[in-house]
């Protein structure tokens, strides 16, 4: 199904750097108070992991 990418790029397997992550837009929020944060870095579980692209959450009834 598709994903509509609001900032950045999505994550293809012919990356080099595998430590990237696509989000939506509502964790961007919550995380710094943006949408616009591709490029910024998460730690999950104790990994660092930089933002590849953020998208719109899916608000779909089959999504919920």
Do not use: Q
């Not at 990418?5 to 080099?16: P, Q, T």
């Not at 944060?37 to 660092?48: C, E, H, S, Y």
């Not at 933002?51 to 779909?60: A, H, M």
Request: glycine share 10%; proline share 3%; aromatic share 10%.
């Amino acid at each position: 199904h598709p994903v509509n990418l609001l900032y950045g790029s999505f994550i293809s397997g012919e990356d080099l750097i595998k430590d990237g992550i696509v989000i939506d837009d509502e964790i961007a929020w919550k995380l710094f108070g943006s949408a616009d944060v591709a490029g910024k870095m998460v730690t999950i579980d104790g990994i660092p992991y930089y933002i590849r692209g953020v998208c719109k959450k899916d608000e779909s009834r089959l999504a919920k």
